[in-house]
């Protein structure tokens, strides 16, 4: 079984300070680990992932993430946030075992980031 | 690139109704995924095509979901009948291995059973 905490249903932060959305996660294989980002009255758009390779991932619109083995998290990060990055962020896991033939994402409840003027 | 398209975009329609969603993937891509967020709860698996095929459907609810990807290309999802607790918002993923295999998620169909 996979499953996805994001401990925070809402985080505030203040325009141009730094910004973290905490998601820890359990999967049975290799995780496959994504965020996506879901402005109002839109779809899931995709941030960015982690597959293999470097622990730190960089993605779209400024966004990293870093993957922690020891801690089973991956965090999702900016250095100075913007007005326009307020939306509901989601993170997601599946497995990376390819014998398992699964591809289905399993996603946290989302948290909403609020960035103030 | 076109990206995911699902029709309609809102739904409502009465308890016992049945209600037919679509969604066109990407062109290109095989695989082909159905997702729900019910009552602003995590959004939930419930199944994935490769091509017309049904690779895993086990995120399946019961049997009034019927879902069809005739020829590989759109997919279909029909609920029959339409229970109250079927309101949620329905996404609708497609991803291609070769590409990488990121899920591309549509906009989604909000759908309201009265």
């Known amino acids: 079984a996979q499953s996805v905490a994001q401990p925070e249903d809402q985080v505030n932060v203040a325009e141009g300070n730094p910004l973290t959305v905490k998601c820890t996660y359990s999967?049975?294989?290799?995780?496959?680990l994504f965020w996506y980002v879901q402005y109002p009255n839109r779809g899931l758009q995709f941030l960015l992932k982690y597959i293999t390779g470097d622990n730190l991932v960089k993605g779209s619109y400024g966004f990293e993430a870093e993957f922690n083995k020891s801690q089973t998290s991956f965090h999702l990060k900016k250095p100075s946030a913007l007005v326009s990055d307020s939306a509901l962020y989601f993170c997601?896991?599946?497995?990376?075992?390819?014998?398992?033939?699964?591809?289905?994402?399993?996603f946290g409840s989302g948290t909403r980031l609020q960035v103030q003027p | 690139e076109a990206g995911v398209t699902q029709f309609p975009s809102h739904s409502v329609i009465e308890k016992g109704q049945t209600v037919t969603l679509r969604c066109d993937p990407i062109s290109g891509h095989d695989n082909l995924y159905w997702y729900r967020r019910v009552m602003g709860k995590e959004i939930k698996f419930l199944l994935h095509f490769v091509k017309e095929s049904k690779q895993d459907e086990s995120g399946m609810p019961n049997n009034r979901f019927l879902a069809e990807r005739t020829g590989g290309t759109y997919s279909t999802l029909k609920v029959q009948p339409a229970e109250l607790e079927d309101s949620g918002v329905y996404f609708c993923a497609s991803s291609q291995v070769s590409r990488g295999d990121t899920q591309y998620f549509g906009p989604g169909t909000r759908l309201t059973v009265l």
């Open positions: 999967v049975s294989g290799n995780p496959y």
């Open positions: 997601a896991v599946r497995d990376g075992r390819v014998d398992t033939g699964r591809r289905a994402l399993t």
